[in-house]
Structure formats: structure tokens, C-alpha cells
């Protein structure tokens, strides 16, 4: 199970591919900021994955009123993620964790997805400015996608 509300937040320091190369992204560099909205998915390149991405994507900029920065991490390579994030337009955030490290520090391993091997769940995290967790969801299955309404809600009262 996720960890829970009220906990501090596992830090990360994971690498994501732009335009520029490999750069550090870190979940501490927003604190004292802003809020962080966490989206852990299973796999680039899936259905689900695509669609729940390329929907933030498209509504990001309430994610910015709300004071929020959204990271999507998956097990995938930076260069995977990259790829994928310019076939679909993808606009937020992505990072790697290959090493699965971050996944398991938060609770949200999934294993053997579809028989492949292990991945991220699909769970989503609200890290309110001071590093602890205000909103935590681990959907029953991958297919499912986290109650965004809700993740919203607790971003409006973080502002």
C-alpha cells in the first residue's frame, strides 16, 4: 500500500532527457515553492499511460494555477521517456527510475505487470510545499486512473 497522508516524502533525485541532455530533477527543489503533484505510472507507450499523460498535459495549466509542478515517473529509460513524451506531445515532467529505487520507497511497486516484469503502480501523490504528503492513491489496477477531481481539491487548499 502507498505510504500514507501526513508522511514525509521519500526524496528523489532522478534523471529526465531533454532537448539540453540528461538533467537532475529533484522533489526537494520545490520546496518552500510549490506543491507536487507525483503521477507514478506503469510504461511509456501504453494506452492508459498515454491517455492519462496527454490529459494532464492538456489541462497543465490548472495544475500551474494551483501552484503545482506534476512529475510522471516510470520505470522506463530517460530515453524512452523522451521519445514518447515527443510522439504524444507530453508536456510535463518525466522521470526515470530504472533502478526502481523511488517506486519502492514509496509503496507503489507493481509486479510483473502483463508478465513483463516489475513496474511502477499506477498512484498519484499531492507534496504540499513543506515536503509532506497531503493526497496519496494507488488504483485498484493499471487500467484505472487516479481521482483527479480529488487530487485537485487538496491542491485548491494547499494554495
Keep these: ?12 533525485t532522478l534523471k529526465s532527457k531533454n532537448d539540453t541532455g540528461l538533467v537532475d530533477v529533484s522533489l526537494s527543489a ?3 515553492k510549490k506543491n507536487t503533484l507525483i503521477l507514478f505510472f506503469p510504461l511509456a507507450f501504453t494506452g492508459v499511460c498515454t491517455e492519462e499523460l496527454c490529459d494532464i498535459t492538456q489541462g497543465l495549466s490548472a495544475y500551474a ?4 509542478e506534476v512529475i510522471g515517473i516510470s520505470v522506463d529509460s530517460p530515453f524512452t521517456q523522451e521519445a514518447w513524451a515527443k510522439k504524444e506531445n507530453i508536456g510535463i515532467t518525466l522521470v526515470s527510475d530504472l533502478n526502481k529505487e523511488t517506486t519502492k520507497a514509496y509503496d507503489v511497486l507493481f509486479p510483473m ?10 498512484a498519484a501523490f499531492v507534496v504540499d510545499k513543506a515536503g509532506v504528503i497531503q ?3 494507488q488504483t485498484p489496477t493499471p487500467k484505472e486512473l487516479p481521482d ?3 487530487i485537485k481539491a487538496t491542491l485548491a487548499k494547499l494554495v
Design 135 to 137: 493526497y496519496a492513491e
Design 113 to 122: 505487470l502483463a508478465g513483463v516484469g516489475d513496474s511502477s503502480a499506477r
Design 1 to 12: 500500500m502507498a505510504i500514507s497522508i501526513g508522511s514525509k516524502a521519500p526524496e528523489f
Design 30 to 32: 520545490n520546496f518552500g
Design 65 to 68: 494555477d494551483l501552484n503545482a
Design 148 to 150: 483527479f477531481d480529488a
